[in-house]
């Protein structure tokens, strides 16, 4: 997985027609449990998608940088 930052070009993973540039980059806390401890937190992306002309949130997992 590349590091991604705030002005990069991303799209989804399974839907790679939606892309647009990132805005924002944020963490949120796992609401999971486990017996051994908690989860680290969870990074989420804004971006303002071409498709639509929306402001999208999407999980850092499901998005990939383009090159």
């Known amino acids: 997985m590349q590091n991604i930052r705030v002005g990069d070009r991303v799209c ?3 839907h790679m ?3 647009g540039i990132i ?3 944020f963490f949120r806390p ?3 449990g486990s017996s051994d401890g908690s989860f680290s937190k ?3 992306v804004r ?3 071409e498709l639509t002309n929306e402001i999208v ?3 850092r997992q499901d998005l990939m940088k383009e090159s």
Do not use: D
């Open 57 to 59: 949130t999407a999980k």
């Open 23 to 25: 805005t924002e980059l």
């Open 12 to 14: 989804f993973i399974h």
């Open 30 to 32: 796992v609401t999971a």
């Open 42 to 44: 969870q990074m989420w």
């Open 47 to 49: 971006f303002k998608s």
């Open 17 to 19: 027609g939606n892309r």
